[in-house]
């Protein structure tokens, strides 16, 4: 059954339309990738999925229910998480501190409990830590959980943003280019602790644009470009489409990297 469905959704800006009557429906239990070069509407796509933007037309079903529009807190809170491109952490707080902040996000406490250290405040805070113990674990973050974010290779930041998003319990979890700036290596790991996720329960939605990552990892693929989808399919047969690699070899963003 599809978990997220957008149906012809479209969202414009000032006459860029950088969504174009997008369509793509994720089930439970993928690795699901969106592709395509550079300002294609990768980020805008997540960016109405969590309720950043509003589209101007088109459904966005989430369990049968349209979420498009909605509050990005109520679009959280119904189990949605997200990451972002650029890497937001509290630099001088430490792994173990940056991920139950993405708990307290959906902790029932109220200031009330905390000040007063009511039972139930410490219950919740004592589960609270439980479960960053085990995204810590989870993440191969353990060993890193009371080291200052700031002082921490970028490979282990991004993996301690993952395990924030991961605090919040989602049942859908969404990746905007995950690998940008890792090193073959972090990358591995990022792809190993992705498939971790999956099998944790967690259905993921990724934008990448290392194209060996992408292939080796996720069951189905939208590309998409100037805001339309051009093709849709299993990794072996997006791989063989003329016309996504027409795209690729079109866009300049097509560099040669050696990393
Ligand atoms: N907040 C915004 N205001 C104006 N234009 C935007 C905004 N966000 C994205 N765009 C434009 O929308 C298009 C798609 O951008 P984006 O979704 O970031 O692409 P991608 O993530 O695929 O690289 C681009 O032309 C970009 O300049
Ligand atoms: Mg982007």
Known sequence: MSLLELKSVTKVFGGVVAMDKLSFSVNEGDIYGIIGPNGAGKTTAFNCITGIY???????????????????????????????????????????????????????????????STPFYKKDEKENWLKVKDIMKLMGLSEYATIPTQSLAYGIQRRVEIGRALATEPELLILDEPAAGLNEKETFELMELIKRIKDSGITVLLIEHDMDMVMQLVNKITVINFGKKISEGDPEYIQSDPVVIEAYLGSEDDEEEEN
């Not at 109520?74 to 430490?94: E, H, P």
């Not at 996000?105 to 200031?111: D, L, V």
Request: proline share 3%; aromatic share 10%.
């Open 54 to 116: 509003k589209p101007e037309e088109g459904e966005i079903i989430w369990k049968g229910e349209n979420i498009a529009g909605m509050h990005p807190c109520d679009i959280a809170g119904k189990g949605i998480v997200r990451t972002f491109q650029n890497i937001r952490l509290f630099g001088k707080m430490s792994v173990a501190e940056n991920i139950i902040s993405g708990r307290h996000q959906k902790s029932k406490q109220t200031w009330f409990q905390g000040l007063f």
